[in-house]
């Protein structure tokens, strides 16, 4: 009976599991590489502003986002000094 349960399961595993086709796009070319924000114009007159990073590979997209803040919008554990990470990624396509 193990036996034949056995084989049962491993053959429904074999017919449910199948290889997806490679979906990737190639993306442009022009948008490939990092892409680094430099600096920002009175950063230290402002409160708070958002440095960014974005870095595409074929036709996906990867942000870091860096936020400096002087005031506090959050409760303490998370204000982390005024410095915090976010991250963002996706699939982007070009239109004409």
């Not at 996906?60 to 919008?73: E, G, R």
């Not at 991250?87 to 396509?93: H, S």
Request: hydrophobic share 40%; with cysteine.
């Amino acid at each position: 009976m193990r036996i034949l349960f056995f084989f049962l399961l491993l053959a429904g595993v074999m017919v449910s599991c199948r290889r997806l086709p490679n979906v990737q796009g190639k993306g442009e070319a022009f948008l490939q590489g990092v892409w680094n924000q430099d600096s920002i114009v009175n950063s230290a007159q402002l409160l708070n502003y958002t440095q960014h990073k974005f870095k595409f590979t074929c036709d996906s997209f990867y942000v870091d986002m860096v936020t400096y803040s002087k005031v506090n919008y959050y409760s303490d554990s998370c204000f982390n000094g005024g410095v915090w990470k976010e991250y963002a990624k996706g699939v982007y396509a070009v239109r004409a």
